[in-house]
């Protein structure tokens, strides 16, 4: 199994418009060969951010790297970061992780 997550520094006072951005959105992630589940974390809110993390679970790497080159990922990340860019201290920070145990 292979675990991507992103995480997110919101600013304060946006975090409903940073989960219906999620909510609204369409992923095609349930077309997606090797797709096994998704999440949206919320953690603590700090002096100027509030953290979030997506986090999707996938049968293997190999499926999660063939989602980032199709053309669901394109579709479903068309106009990322757009007009809500201001919404957002800093790009997202990838994190892949492999099960071991």
């Not at 293997?60 to 201290?89: C, M, P, V």
Request: charge should be negative.
């Amino acid at each position: 199994m292979y675990i991507a997550m992103n995480r997110f520094k919101v600013k304060l006072g946006c975090e409903q418009d940073f989960i219906n951005i999620w909510k609204d959105r369409e992923t095609f992630l349930d077309t997606v060969p090797g797709f096994r589940e998704f999440n949206l974390l919320q953690s603590a809110s700090y002096d100027d951010f509030t953290l979030f993390a997506s986090h999707s679970t996938w049968k293997s790497k190999q499926d999660f790297i063939n989602w980032t080159e199709s053309e669901q990922f394109r579709k479903a990340h068309a106009g990322a970061g757009g007009k809500t860019k201001d919404i957002y201290l800093g790009p997202p920070q990838f994190e892949g992780f492999e099960t071991v145990v």
